[in-house]
């Protein structure tokens, strides 16, 4: 059963930075390099919105426009992890941020939160004005 556990988060000023690593486990073979993975964030009453994405093998993109230009989505396939560097961060950008992971040889679609099937329990990120 695949497994993600996301850190990094915590509070910062506005125009401050923080990176956000997710590690995954509970891949078989060569199935988290196969996997489609990315960033959701979630704030209380709202809907999970995506943040970026990252494709399996040529390593292709995909950032909401709130967020392009100031937020990095990498991984790390020798090591099962995924990173988020966020920069320039705003009081919007405080929400609960999620990892996600589609399924191993599915490749990646539309940032859509239902084309991702394994969660991370989330970590928090604050910014203040």
């Known amino acids: 059963q695949v497994q993600l556990a996301e850190s990094g988060g915590g509070s910062v000023q506005a125009g401050g930075s923080l990176r956000l690593s997710c590690t995954a486990s509970?891949?078989?073979?060569?199935?988290?390099?196969?996997?489609?993975m990315a960033w959701f964030r979630q704030t209380p009453g709202k809907e999970r919105e995506g943040v970026a994405q990252i494709s399996t093998d040529d390593g292709h993109t995909v950032y909401d426009r709130s967020v392009r230009g100031r937020f990095t989505i990498s991984r790390d396939n020798a090591e099962n992890t995924l990173y988020l560097q966020m920069n320039s961060l705003s009081p919007e950008d405080t929400a609960t941020y999620y990892c996600?992971?589609?399924?191993?040889?599915?490749?990646?679609?539309?940032?859509?939160?239902?084309?991702?099937?394994?969660w991370g329990q989330g970590t928090q990120v604050t910014v203040s004005a």
């Open positions: 996600a992971a589609g399924r191993p040889w599915v490749a990646c679609g539309p940032l859509a939160r239902e084309a991702f099937n394994s």
């Open positions: 509970g891949y078989s073979g060569n199935g988290y390099r196969r996997a489609c």
